[in-house]
């Protein structure tokens, strides 16, 4: 499996810790201070952050602060590649550190087939929030998305709940053209436009660094048999 070079900078306006490594691709993997390779709750309990500011090397990467005990996630959201990162895009509601909370990433590299790409999506619903991904999609081709965890389908994983937020992220240079909810019967439910990231070369547009999609607000029932499907068209 591919591994690249990532950080993720956590901290409010009086104090930060950088956080890095190494990591394989497709596994979420807990980071250390570049200083004292001290996890993240040990390094500054009970600090209030109000940022997190993740980098990675090359393709995609998701990131979250989780419990190590309990494994509840308090925190989450998305990586820019390395050099691109902005501030105020960063910031999260202020939490208050726990002593074992770690910030783990998951990062997936650029394709390395011509006109396919990867994606990865935070989904909430009313069950709470998962990361989806889709891999090699191809250009032009609607294709569904899984849980990353468990490749579970939409369907199964949101059944007989309520979708309230979506946010997809794909590959460097590439672009969202939409995404699509399907039921059972094969009908097109709820269709959203995508968009480019920042940075994506001679395209143009593109109004984030972090996603290609976000959809703050929704309510859509999901029921045995939906897909998610997304088309994209790579760099």
Not at 31 to 48: E, V
Not at 120 to 148: F, H, I, N, P, S
């Amino acid at each position: 499996m591919s591994t690249q070079a990532v950080t993720a900078t956590v901290g409010n306006g009086r104090m930060s810790k950088i956080f890095g490594g190494t990591v394989t691709d497709g596994v979420w993997t807990n980071i250390q201070d570049t200083l004292s390779s001290t996890n993240l709750g040990i390094l500054i309990p009970r600090a209030p952050v109000n940022f997190v500011q993740a980098e990675y090397t090359a393709g995609l990467m998701a990131w979250r602060i989780q419990n190590a005990q309990s494994l509840q996630v308090s925190r989450r959201g998305w990586g820019a590649i390395d050099g691109n990162s902005c501030y105020k895009s960063a910031g999260i509601p202020t939490y208050a550190i726990g002593p074992d909370d770690m910030i783990q990433v998951y990062a997936q590299p650029v394709d390395s087939t011509s006109a396919k790409s990867n994606a990865l999506a935070w989904v909430t619903t009313t069950k709470g929030t998962e990361l989806y991904q889709a891999l090699a999609v191809a250009d032009g081709t609607a294709t569904a998305m899984t849980t990353a965890l468990q490749s579970q389908t939409f369907g199964d994983a949101a059944f007989n709940s309520t979708l309230t937020q979506l946010s997809i992220c794909l590959e460097d240079g590439a672009a969202l053209d939409k995404v699509e909810f399907i039921d059972s019967a094969g009908g097109v439910v709820l269709t959203i436009q995508g968009d480019d990231r920042i940075p994506n070369g001679a395209a143009g547009g593109g109004t984030s660094a972090y996603y290609n999609l976000m959809v703050p607000s929704m309510s859509l029932m999901v029921t045995k048999g939906f897909a998610m499907k997304i088309t994209t068209k790579s760099a």
